[in-house]
DNA sequence: TTTTTCGTTTAGAATCGTTCTAAGCTGTTG
DNA sequence: CAACAGCTTAGAACGATTCTAAACGAAAAA
């Protein structure tokens, strides 16, 4: 079946990142990186998600995982290039389902994030890394308001 | 005297944001923006400090400051200008002195910022903000980390 | 299979940076 | 000098995250 092709597929995934497919991780990818099976919109691929969030989502969906794994599992993902973290405000993370290169919107409003993709921004005269570092990345983080104008 | 006059100049600039200069905003004043005063290298104007290291600064300048007043002042200085906020690693902020157009290094292996000139980095072909918000700021991360090459 | 091993998960406690609270101060104004 | 507003404070509270130590489970070895 479709279902059991997709599980395949995730579980390969993280096998192939040296991650034992438990059944947690597993329930967090889907969750994570397989919008249908979490009832979204398939077009909204590039989700911006808290620890919180995702635990309450394994929850709801019958997929009790405790909080420490979300956390555990997060940042092993992100560790292999599954995840990205994203850090915008003080005290939260978010992590971001797109690991391709971008950059963001944040709305400081109600604290959501928009990704703009890597060729919408280019950054010309980038200064050389100090001796002795090079770089490992570039955040773009563009701070929207609501305008005063409508 | 120098420092006498140098005070004054500080206690205008407080009266000038429309902040009573108090014993406590004046000493955290000082510490911030006059880095003879903080036994610092003078050239080195540009800080970028936590709440919890600007509190350990006073108490060792023999200046008692709360850490909840550190708090609310480096918010206070935010509010009118005096500092900016940078946001780099989940549950900790820096409050920059530098207050112009520029962008940050990130060390991620000791967590130290350093600036990088605003003219220095060109952005391009910035997207435009959604309908309905404003750009406020735009900040950009250049993430450091040690290069194996020495 | 069964056993063994070692990675994984867990609840709950602990920690960390930060914010809140409520009381006392301070300094200005009338 | 009375009274008010603003400021500071210690300590409690908070929210996100990490730690702990014990139980569990997947998969390699026997």
Not at 105 to 119: K, M, S, V
């Amino acid at each position: 079946m479709t279902v059991e092709r997709r599980y395949t597929a995730l579980i390969e995934r993280l096998k192939h990142a040296g991650l034992r497919p438990t059944r947690q991780r597993l329930a967090l990818a889907k969750l994570l990186f397989d919008p249908a099976a979490a009832a979204l919109d398939p077009s909204a691929r590039d989700r911006h998600i808290t620890a919180e969030q995702l635990h309450d989502e394994a929850m709801s969906a019958g997929q009790p995982v405790s909080l420490a794994t979300v956390y555990n599992t997060l940042h092993q993902f992100t560790e292999v290039g599954l995840l990205r973290e994203v850090v915008v405000e003080p005290g939260r993370s978010y992590f971001d389902t797109n690991v391709s290169d971008h950059h963001h919107f944040f709305f400081e409003g109600d604290g959501r994030l928009l990704d703009i993709p890597g060729e919408q921004i280019r950054l010309a005269d980038l200064p050389p890394p100090p001796p002795g570092s090079a770089i490992r990345r570039v955040d773009v983080i563009v701070r929207l308001s609501e305008s005063e104008s409508d």
